[in-house]
Nanobody
Framework: QVLLVESGGGLVQAGGSPRLSCVAS????????MGWFRQAPGKEREFVAA????????YYADFAKGRFTISRDNAKNTVYLQMNSLKPEDTAVYYC???????????????????WGQGTQVTVSS
């Protein structure tokens, strides 16, 4: 069992650069591929980024490439999502998720992940 807690969301102006964090409980964080998803009102939850167990291999959705950076610190049981040049269409609840088999490339659909955080709201004002 892994408990995931996201933080770092809030109201951000367009062009802003918040960093989301997700802290995991337990001693086995490094065994999980970690992902970030987002869900806007009335839309399906969509893949944003994922990172391999070691942190050496990041993967991004097309809209995230060049603007978002995923990273992890296994010593701190934390995965990060640095977001730059935010746009109003980035407004969503952002979720972190853990995938227990270490699959690479990582799943890009929610059913591929075993554990989820409660989400953190990011609202981008124009």
């Amino acid at each position: 069992q892994v408990l995931l807690v996201e933080s770092g969301g809030g109201l951000v102006q367009a062009g802003g650069s918040p960093r989301l964090s997700c802290v995991a409980s337990g001693r086995t964080f490094s065994r999980y591929v970690m992902g970030w998803f987002r869900q806007a009102p009335g839309k399906e939850r969509e893949f944003v980024a994922a990172i391999s167990r070691s942190g050496g291999s990041p993967y991004y959705a097309d809209f995230a490439k060049g603007r978002f950076t995923i990273s992890r610190d296994n010593a701190k049981n934390t995965v990060y999502l640095q977001m730059n040049s935010l746009k109003p269409e980035d407004t969503a609840v952002y979720y972190c998720a853990a995938e227990s088999t270490g699959a690479l490339p990582p799943p890009r659909r929610p059913p591929g992940y075993d554990y989820w955080g409660q989400g953190t709201q990011v609202t981008v004002s124009s």
